[in-house]
RNA sequence: CGGGACGUGGCUCAGUCUGGUAGAGCACAGCGUUCGGGACGCUGGGGUCGCAGGUUCAAAUCCUGCCGUCCCGACCA
């Protein structure tokens, strides 16, 4: 008769959100902070959800042509001095290396020694590198266009960490690519944008809205940044891709020139995307519940657990070689193209071996005992549901309806999201009401407050930046899909012909 | 980097004000009883009290510095 709690997780989500997050990935055991400042530790059951991410995405890039390629981690200094906005961008949060050699002094301590004569940046993106690269690649319109990803880590020395949402290192992918023209250039900007539309949506079941940032929020150094906002269940934005057309910014800056067919020298247009681990942290706060992370089954690092009971130990011969043997069918059961990801836990701990099922975030649990043996039948919970609602089904019937139930999961936890977001945006004409939209009632402790408010907005940063001093409230993005309507700027009056996604950010 | 809170077994915390043999619950290991149940009993393992100095006969406790975590801000994927 434990004290039993009435969630699993504590705080609440309503009591304390960041805290919330904080612990739902403790007890999903996915990450843990690291000695090290600002990074964090993926374990397996995290990182197995980044390696379904990482496949995915890698997949649905090279159906569009991109091939993968590695580039240094250390950046000499001057490469991120050639492109100007680029500098402002970066600067202030890069690792130096300036030293190449330790020598232990006369305690014992390590000291470096060996100064560098150029010191070296940990990359923070690579344009700069890989621009070098493609200067050398790029000789003719022949070889165009380039079309580039790396898998990689990077380091911002970021002031203020949150685990998977904001590292000092973190795991990403970044595509480069050059153009012989500004409209590829920007198709393929959009292509990508796409990517990451679909990889969020169909995939992490996270619905986005697809846009342009606007000046103040764009990349250093792009022409135009794209990308996906989502709303958490804090009802903040959060920015979970993006892509980059570049025009010929960084083409002069590491000079990627080419001979055109018509035998002029020319510059290319780059473009560069990229998503990171913060997908796993977007995901989290998007599905999870007060008893856990729920993992959306397509990307899910395991989609079933076997968990047989064992009364008497007679049973136990019985009972592990029908679960294994139900292990083995559903091994062979493709889902999407990838066998079904079975566990078997057939650990004696009483209760407490479902729960942490629950608040890792399986999609699935089974339990077997000897009384739905004896009726050739399971007895199945699913993370979308209630953890009491469970309910028996026939073996037969389970292992060949295991893809619909995962589509069923995957399709619910999608439309709860959706639902979720619609509720919470709103078209807002009225600068009072605006602010009312995002002040709390509570200014303590504000309570989850907000959301995203439609609002026309004349395109000034002045007014932007007015917004941010009063609510810390940004443009998150200027959505594509929507239809032109004339109306006053929010902040000024002045005449507008788009509304614009305002919300609080990560 | 500014403001605030905090740092004691894996986790949550007591002990700090008033210096005097490091504690509890949960978790973990063993045995037993239970169990379609986030169980119960007994036994046991585990902490140089964030780090470094200082004061003192004596420091988790007092002083100084540093490091880290969380929250709010500035910055950002």
Known sequence: MGKQAKTAIEPTREENYPEWYQEVIKASDMAEISPVRGCMVIKPWGYALWENIMRSLDDMFKTTGVKNAYFPLFIPINFLEKEAAHVEGFAKECAVVTHHRLEQDENGRLIPAGKLTEPLIVRPTSETIIGDSFSKWVKSYRDLPILINQWANVVRWEMRTRIFLRTSEFLWQEGHTVHATREEAIDRTQMMLEVYRKMAEEYLAIPVITGEKSEAEKFPGAETTTCIEAMMQDRKALQAGTSHFLGQNFARASEIKFQSDKEAEEYGWTTSWGSSTRLIGGLIMTHSDDNGVILPPRVASSHVVLMPIIRKDKDKQMVMDYTDELAARLRNISYYGYPIRVEVDARDIGGARNWEWIKKGIPLRVEIGPKDIASDSVFVGRRDKDPKDKSAMGKDAFADDICRILDEIQNTLFQRALDYRKAHTRNIDDKEAFDHFFTPENKERPEIHGGFAMSHWCGDGACEKKIKERLNVTVR??????????????????????????????
């Open 477 to 506: 993005c200027i959505p594509y899909d929507q239809e032109n309507e004339d109306g006053k700027c929010i902040e000024c009056g002045k005449p507008s012909g788009k509304r614009v996604v305002f919300a609080k950010a990560y």
